[in-house]
């Protein structure tokens, strides 16, 4: 059972050095996950031009933030049922992927959504 005790400065640099762990764990295993991130490196700075104000930039650079983070969801998914379930496939095991999927699919609408309608405000109209 995890120590629920105090967390000082060691235990949050111990975290923080998992988290990048697995940030490199997923870029290393997922090649869907390297062209989100390419294509974040892009939109960062043409978020900074196109956004109006404060909440439009945010909405830019968090939407594609949040590809990342359901992406490297549906990859830790994907790897504990790669894990159990080998080269069998169950009915279970199939849906958790597609799932796991659709949200980074859902995900990837709101970058759409963002992009698309702040754009049309900032640049059309």
């Given amino acids: ?41 892009i939109l960062l700075p043409l978020s900074f031009w196109l956004a109006q104000s404060g909440i439009e930039l945010i909405l830019l650079i968090g939407s594609c933030l949040l590809v990342l983070l359901v992406e490297i969801i549906n990859s830790a998914i994907e790897a504990v ?15 958790a992927k597609d799932m796991g999927s659709a949200a980074v699919f859902m995900a990837q609408m709101l970058v759409l959504l963002a992009w698309g309608v702040i754009s049309c405000h900032n640049l059309i109209i």
Avoid: N
């Fill in 1 to 41: 059972m995890a120590d629920s005790g105090f967390r000082g400065p060691k235990q949050i640099y111990e975290a923080m050095k998992w988290s990048f762990k697995g940030l490199k764990a997923t870029y290393v295993a997922e090649a869907s996950f390297r062209m989100e991130v390419y294509l974040c490196i």
């Fill in 81 to 95: 049922v790669d894990l159990v379930c080998g080269d069998e496939r169950h009915e279970l095991a199939g849906r």
